[in-house]
């Protein structure tokens, strides 16, 4: 038992706390005090207080949408060691009346019999990373689907120029942009602006130019592309500022840029997610099970049910591995190889669950030992080491099922 813990319950404008102390009066008893706070700030310097008089050695709140962070951050500045759980794990029983002031009893009841398991909440340097790597995510998916908003405009106006360029991004398509917002609208003239390897294709951009083209898809366009300027401006601003909080983690970003597939972007990510001390992760499996690459069981009377998802992950990180995977199953490296074998026998989204895991189980052992190094094994690491009996034994039932008797003489 924890002789003085609190437990709140957490709502966008107040919340209850309920603190749970040894009675001085009664032996062996608890003294049970029930606190409603506004979630303002001086209200919490309040309740940070009468925490600290009363002797408090474990605050743990729920993980509600986005309100736990004031209180949290602040309970972490003045010195407590609070804890985030997860909603899940303090779910009241079937039939029980529901409350706020009932679910901080509940909550503190539980947590004093330490039946809860703290949840991740990195340092406050890495939490600082972590927002600019995902408002960047955040930009750079807002961008794409800018991006495709054009193309869906272009497509609009019979404007084929995605068909034939494969980025209408690059160099030469924002100058056939931009001379389509100035009024050119020669399908010729405009075939001319293709620089390099596209000059190759100048008939067929001049049939591509050949449609209908108003100045109500001018006006779309130009919006869009202000858009498209302004999101990549920011991008920018972002990826310097994230230059200057990963800096003391350079190293490290060095040597996870060393994996196969995924890139000085994605290290940073990971760093952002994840953070550097592995010790709160006792096994490369833990890592993988918060990180929801682990495929669930459920299994009764002896059989197994449902399909073995792995459920709902970090999303951010989720990405990141995953766009990771589908690099590395390009490349002919050990990852690669795996890759391509899984997903020909099990599909490509198990391939990328299952790379993804292995890089996440990577990651674990450079993070854990400062002087490992990434080292990449070869595409032919799995096929040297078959078990040379179990490839015997499959030539062997192979060539019975021919009709063949089959004796194994082993060479001198």
């Not at 608890?30 to 008089?53: K, N, V």
């Not at 997860?86 to 009346?97: E, F, Y």
């Not at 500022?241 to 983690?249: C, D, M, N, S, Y």
């Not at 990852?335 to 391939?351: Q, S």
Request: hydrophobic share 45%.
């Amino acid at each position: 038992m924890i002789e003085r813990v609190a437990a709140i319950d957490i709502g966008k404008v107040e919340l209850v706390a309920c603190v749970r102390v040894p009675d001085p009066d009664r032996p062996g008893r608890r003294q049970q005090e029930i606190i409603h706070s506004s979630t303002l700030t001086p209200r919490l310097l309040g309740l940070a207080d009468r925490l600290y008089e009363l002797g408090v050695t474990r605050v743990v709140m729920e993980a509600t949408s986005d309100y736990w962070k004031p209180v949290f951050y602040l309970l972490e500045a003045q010195g407590f060691d609070p804890w985030l759980v997860n909603a899940r794990d303090v779910k009241h029983l079937p039939g029980r009346p529901k409350t706020d002031r009932l679910d901080a009893v509940w909550l503190a009841k539980v947590a004093e019999r330490q039946m809860l398991r703290a949840g991740f909440v990195p340092p406050p340097p890495i939490r600082l990373l972590r927002d600019l790597t995902r408002y960047r995510a955040n930009l750079v998916a807002a961008r794409t689907a800018e991006k495709n908003r054009v193309e869906k405009l272009l497509e609009d106006a019979q404007i084929k120029l995605s068909s034939v360029a494969s980025d209408i991004f690059g160099v030469s398509g924002r100058e056939m942009l931009a001379a389509l917002l100035a009024g050119e609208r020669q399908p010729a003239v405009l075939a001319q602006l293709a620089r390099t390897r596209m000059r190759a294709k100048i008939p067929l951009l001049e049939e591509a130019f050949t449609g209908r083209f108003t100045d109500h898809h001018a006006f779309l366009l130009r919006t869009m592309l202000a858009r498209i300027d302004e999101t990549s401006a920011d991008v920018a601003a972002l990826e310097a500022r994230i230059e200057q909080l990963i800096a003391p983690f350079a190293t490290v970003v060095t040597r996870l840029d060393e994996i196969t597939g995924l890139g000085a972007t994605g290290a940073q990510t990971i760093v952002a997610e994840i953070g550097l001390d592995m010790s709160r992760f006792p096994t490369p499996a833990h890592l993988c099970s918060w990180a929801r690459f682990a495929p669930g069981v459920k299994e009764s009377a002896g059989k197994t049910k449902g399909r073995a998802t792995t459920g709902r992950g970090i999303r951010y990180l989720a990405q990141v591995l995953g766009e990771a995977a589908v690099a590395a199953g390009r490349t002919n490296t050990f990852l690669g190889d795996r890759y391509r074998r899984l997903a020909r026998r099990r599909g490509a989204a198990r391939a990328v669950v299952a790379v993804g895991r292995s890089i996440l189980v990577t990651i674990w052992h450079l993070l854990s030992n400062p002087d490992a190094r990434y080292r990449d094994l070869g595409a032919d690491y799995t096929r040297q080491r078959i078990d040379p009996q179990r490839r015997t034994r499959n030539h062997v039932r192979q060539l019975e099922a021919l009709g063949y008797s089959v004796t194994i003489t082993p060479a001198a």
